[in-house]
């Protein structure tokens, strides 16, 4: 990429920074493409290779169809912007990410999200319901954070990953969805999955809650150990991914 199309901070961070970079602008890309976005709100970041837990976020303001590597924003884990930027981030953001960043080793790539029916599923008493395949592949992998208003208190995140603990997945009540994963495909795949079931279960459940058939209890059992196989399977989706943003939204890479 030529140092000119990307503003110059390919040539300022490490060549472990930029894939990690152009992996974060693909996963925004990639939201925006799907119609997951929720405006400038919601975020997905990064943390840098090195020791110093470093994480790359939105700046806030930017739409998700528009995210390239070079914009993004590094911060350290106590919300300082640690390279040069006229951009800012946004608070809420911060706090869940840097929580999770902190927490995990294994979280390399953080996505949090506010659809229509990722909301209403966490909305709902009985959260991620074994109503179709993908909710069994991934019901033992969900976990739950109840609701405390805007995050912007960071006494939140103790309690957030706390609940969160070594799950790859968690439903926030009343407020949306979160995925980790070591690698932007792990998270990525996971997200789609969950974002996925959450759809079918708004879907199923317009029927009624007497009118919809829950898997049987063997086939979760059995669906629980098919879905460990979910890194594979990430491996497999995520160049496919990267295709089709080179065809549709190219430019995520600059």
């Not at 930029?18 to 709100?41: E, K, N, P, Q, S």
Request: glycine share 10%.
């Amino acid at each position: 990429m030529a140092d000119e199309a990307t503003g110059g901070v390919q040539a300022r961070v490490s060549a472990e920074e930029w894939r990690a970079r152009v992996d974060l602008a693909a996963l925004y890309r990639l939201v925006a493409l799907h119609g997951w976005d929720d405006m400038i709100f919601t975020h997905i970041s990064a943390r840098v290779p090195g020791p110093e837990h470093h994480f790359l976020i939105n700046p806030y303001g930017w739409y998700f169809e528009e995210m390239t590597a070079s914009a993004l924003v590094k911060v350290d884990l106590d919300g300082n912007i640690v390279d040069q930027t006229d951009s800012f981030i946004n608070p809420a953001g911060f706090t869940i990410h840097s929580a999770v960043h902190a927490a995990r080793e294994d979280a390399r790539f953080v996505m949090h999200l506010h659809t229509v029916a990722g909301v209403g599923v966490a909305a709902q008493k009985e959260g991620l319901l074994p109503l179709g395949q993908n909710a069994c592949l991934l019901q033992h992998q969900v976990a739950y954070h109840g609701y405390e208003g805007l995050a912007l208190n960071h006494e939140e995140r103790e309690r957030l990953v706390a609940d969160l603990g070594d799950k790859p997945l968690m439903l926030l009540r009343n407020h949306g969805t979160l995925a980790v994963g070591e690698t932007a495909a792990q998270a990525w795949v996971g997200m789609f999955f969950l974002e996925r079931a959450c759809a079918q279960q708004i879907a199923a459940l317009s029927a009624g809650p007497e009118g919809v058939l829950t898997a049987p209890d063997a086939a979760q059992a059995e669906t629980r150990e098919q879905g460990r196989g979910i890194g594979f399977i990430s491996a497999l989706a995520w160049p496919g991914a990267l295709r089709m943003l080179d065809r549709r939204s190219p430019g995520y890479d600059a």
